[in-house]
């Protein structure tokens, strides 16, 4: 692949991304487009991001565009990321929801990548009902949303190898929730069975989601502007249920970008919890995202 990109390329690839999902890049991202492109168009025997936005247009149709999405939006994960946010679910949000009584439990992971924070949440909720038997209810959902179909693929086989299986899990879950299948290691069906997956692009409309108890969205809000950091709080505070709980990554804040939420601190740990009335539903407005990385 030639790594360089023109400034003409550049600015026709900024367009096909922002029309295609939104996604907006700063000035002098080019060695960024080159790094997560460089694969596919080895794949693809292309030469440069003018001819890839070549055949692109010459055919709309051949599943390039979602291709080109995949690579520009994919971002590798671990399991139990940061521990903090896994550790406050068990400590803390669980035993609260148990004293609930309610007759179902919904949890949104916003950004699943290729699964391993929904599985994680999981394995957390499978260990909280083996020390407290019969403490929630048996009707619990968590559902994994991310833009790239690719991901998705993976998120529903629960299969992983064994490097993926060496970030962040350790042995003894290793052991508990995973079977063997040659070289690889598929979750097991007790974990697998409570969560499903689906496509979503954080920019469009949440209407279709229902109403959780605990957002995940974490590491996503960093690669957006300001103003659609705003409106996916605001969005995302409507699909809460009266004092559900939003978890965001250990570099984000929600200091200047909603009032909706209450910070809650716990062993080190931070999560936010939705004050009581929460966010009045506005017809939403969609702002474009930046895709950058620090």
């Not at 929904?118 to 991310?146: A, C, F, H, V, W």
Request: aromatic share 10%; hydrophobic share 35%; proline share 4%.
């Amino acid at each position: 692949m030639n790594q360089s990109i023109s400034a003409r390329d550049y600015d026709s690839f900024r367009q096909f991304l922002e029309e295609a999902c939104g996604i907006v890049l700063g000035d002098n991202k080019q060695y960024l487009v080159a790094s997560r492109l460089n694969r596919l168009l080895k794949e693809l025997d292309v030469s440069s991001v003018g001819e890839l936005i070549v055949q692109l247009k010459k055919q709309p149709r051949s599943g390039l565009r979602e291709r080109i999405i995949d690579a520009m939006t994919t971002n590798e994960t671990f399991w139990f990321r940061d521990n903090h946010p896994y550790e406050l679910l068990k400590d803390l949000i669980l035993p609260e929801l148990t004293k609930k009584r309610s007759s179902q439990l919904k949890i949104w992971s916003a950004a699943s990548s290729s699964g391993q924070e929904p599985y994680s949440i999981s394995m957390i909720l499978q260990e909280y009902l083996k020390s407290r038997p019969g403490s929630l209810t048996n009707n619990i959902q968590i559902l994994g949303t991310d833009i790239s179909p690719t991901m998705l693929e993976m998120c529903r086989s629960g299969v992983y190898d064994a490097l993926a299986l060496s970030r962040g899990l350790s042995p003894e879950r290793k052991k508990r929730f995973f079977q063997q299948q040659g070289d690889l290691w598929q979750v097991t069906d007790e974990i697998r069975n409570r969560v499903r997956f689906s496509e979503l692009n954080l920019m469009n409309s949440y209407a279709s989601l229902g109403q959780f108890d605990i957002v995940f969205c974490r590491n996503v809000l960093i690669y957006f502007s300001s103003e659609l950091k705003r409106d996916i709080l605001r969005r995302i505070s409507q699909t809460l249920a009266p004092g559900g709980y939003l978890f965001l990554g250990s570099t984000e804040t929600i200091a200047s970008y909603s009032d909706d939420f209450e910070t809650v601190r716990h062993k080190g740990g931070i999560v936010y919890q939705l004050k009581s009335g929460g966010s009045t539903p506005t017809t939403p407005s969609f702002p474009r995202a930046t895709l950058d990385r620090s």
